[in-house]
């Protein structure tokens, strides 16, 4: 989350890019991931995470940044994409998520 916050503040697109769990070729950062940003530059945010019940490789969070606003989404490791994948967990951030 730390990674993601400090991107999302510094409007920083290739730091994003690589949190983002990408499924398919052309994926990218869209302006509408960025709508945060000024939330994300108010102070100090907090994050809740929820695993997801019936699929160990899901998982939900929340962050609530300084300024009262929040933001919901998902994470996903990335092996329930491909078995053989990376063990590590992404973002639903993205072109491929809108």
Same mark, same amino acid.
């Given at each position: 989350?730390?990674?993601?916050?400090?991107?999302? *503040?510094?409007?920083? /697109?290739? $730091?994003? &890019?690589?949190?983002?769990? %990408?499924?398919?070729?052309?994926?990218?950062?869209? !302006?509408?991931?960025?709508?945060? *940003?000024?939330?994300? /530059?108010? $102070?100090? &945010?907090?994050?809740?995470? %929820?695993?997801?019940?019936?699929?160990?490789?899901? !998982?939900?969070?929340?962050?609530?940044?300084?300024?009262?606003?929040?933001?919901?989404?998902?994470?996903?490791?990335?092996?329930?994409?491909?078995?053989?994948?990376?063990?590590?967990?992404?973002?639903?951030?993205?072109?491929?998520?809108?």
């Amino acid at each position: 989350m730390r990674c993601y916050l400090r991107d999302l *503040a510094s409007n920083d /697109r290739q $730091g994003l &890019a690589g949190l983002m769990a %990408a499924t398919g070729q052309g994926a990218h950062v869209t !302006a509408h991931d960025l709508v945060h *940003a000024k939330d994300a /530059r108010s $102070g100090v &945010a907090s994050a809740w995470f %929820a695993q997801n019940p019936v699929d160990p490789t899901n !998982a939900s969070v929340q962050i609530t940044f300084a300024d009262g606003a929040t933001w919901d989404g998902g994470l996903y490791n990335m092996v329930s994409f491909a078995p053989q994948g990376p063990n590590e967990w992404r973002m639903a951030i993205g072109s491929d998520w809108e």
